[in-house]
């Protein structure tokens, strides 16, 4: 949700943006709405949550603003109300925050993996049906149902509660991420339905601002919104069931790499150490915007440039962190290695790492992960970025090693960070190593 701080001058207005994303606010000069009959043909536009810090920074440097407004969906006649005290301000923030409710968010909120995994294992397993060709005893990215001698269906689900502020710009993370899997298996999604808690004291043009930015990220990636289900809860959350299909002997599993193929992640790492500092409210507006801009970005673009290769394997990178999906990728059949100086890594993150600005969902990652890979050798901040919870995040592909080059290029024309990151070789001890 978002304020908009109304100035006497159109020179007020630009001044104190610049002098606000000097203090790394991200701010915006807009028209004023029409409805609003102070100020001049101008205001800035700040989240909600930002909006008393940044009077603050205005009032040091002396740039003198005419009201604040909120939103008010509920008035269609007087859209816009005014806060006229610190004291609404706040109780505004408190309402209309999508994030003041929720303890987690992102794929940082998943169950960690061994917990996961102690869990599915108690769980029936019906053997009679050949045609579920990946079901949920796998640690693979969907479900996949095979549906005649061609072609199969892949099933999936993802949704979660808000990383980011503005509810468009979470809708269409949240979409982004669901979609994913369907391109992870070397597939197309078709259908997607939305599935929403919402509480029922917040404003529903919240809502309508979430399922909007969700039905944007469908529409680019080719598939159609169906429907979906709703219900009252006390976090926002939001996501999507996607059914894709694929031909059967095209589907790209997670664990079936071959000897001597090279790995290629195609987004950086860091995402949950930004999202942390956020919340810690001392991540720089440049990181926000990495961060969100990786988010937002479809993987079918990196996905559709695999067909022309012999990719042996796929997988993308979630709230498990890059480790864990290199454990699973790598079975018990052969050894990743990975040379760490190749990462693609948010610059950011880093810094954050190193001043522990850290997630719960990495810790468990750490956990799960700690007797099988030894990562002793390398610096703290990127053990880290290794285990982060990386939502909407990249795709982790092993291609022939005469290959990788020509399929990064292709890659690097929608995600011009992916980088070759490691290779496959002969089962050893352990099932990653480090170069």
């Known amino acids: 949700m978002e304020a908009l701080i109304v100035f006497d001058s159109t020179t007020d207005a630009i001044q104190a943006e610049q002098e606000l994303l000097n203090a790394e606010f991200l701010v915006k000069v807009m028209p004023k709405p029409t409805s609003l009959q102070a100020g001049c043909g101008f205001c800035l536009r700040v989240a909600i949550g930002k909006t008393l810090d940044a009077l603050e920074v205005l009032q040091h440097a002396d740039i003198l603003y005419s009201g604040v407004y909120l939103r008010n969906n509920k008035n269609k006649d007087n859209p816009y109300t005014k806060l006229n005290t610190r004291e609404e301000i706040e109780a505004a923030t408190k309402e209309h925050s999508i994030l003041a409710s929720c303890t987690s968010g992102g794929c940082g909120a998943k169950i960690g993996p061994g917990e996961l995994r102690d869990i599915l294992g108690k769980l029936p397993r019906d053997r009679g049906n050949d045609n579920l060709l990946i079901g949920f005893d796998a640690s693979d990215d969907a479900a996949v149902y095979r549906i005649d001698e061609v072609h199969s269906l892949i099933s999936t689900v993802d949704f979660f509660s808000p990383m980011v502020e503005d509810p468009r710009t979470f809708g269409r993370i949240a979409a982004a991420n669901a979609l994913s899997d369907v391109w992870a298996m070397g597939g197309t999604p078709l259908l997607a339905l939305n599935l929403v808690c919402f509480p029922e004291a917040m404003d529903t043009f919240i809502l309508g601002e979430i399922l909007a930015g969700g039905a944007e990220k469908i529409m680019e990636s080719g598939a159609v919104l169906g429907g979906g289900h709703s219900i009252y809860e006390k976090e926002p959350k939001y996501g999507l069931a996607v059914t894709g299909t694929v031909e059967t002997k095209k589907l790209l599993r997670n664990n079936t790499p071959e000897l001597g193929h090279k790995l290629i992640l195609t987004k950086p790492l860091g995402v949950g150490i930004v999202l942390a500092a956020a919340r810690g409210g001392v991540a720089s507006s440049i990181a926000m915007e990495k961060a969100i801009s990786q988010m937002e970005h479809l993987n079918r673009y990196a996905a559709e440039k695999l067909a022309s290769y012999h990719v042996s394997a796929c997988t ?82 092993a291609a022939p090693s005469e290959e990788a080059e020509s399929l990064l290029m292709d890659i690097h024309k929608e995600d011009p960070l992916a980088a070759i990151i490691g290779e496959v070789g002969p089962k050893k001890n352990q099932s990653i190593i480090f170069s």
């Not at 790598?330 to 001043?355: K, N, Q, R, W």
């Open 316 to 397: 993308d990178i979630t709230g498990f962190g890059l480790l864990v999906h290199m454990l699973e990728m790598a079975d018990e059949h052969v050894t990743l290695t990975l040379h760490s100086d190749a990462l693609p890594l948010i610059a950011e993150a880093i810094d954050y790492a190193d001043e522990y600005l850290l997630t719960a969902a990495g810790q468990r990652n750490r956990n799960f992960v700690h007797n099988r890979v030894d990562v002793s050798s390398l610096p703290f901040a990127i053990q880290e970025l290794l285990f982060d919870p990386q939502t909407s995040g990249g795709l982790l592909i």
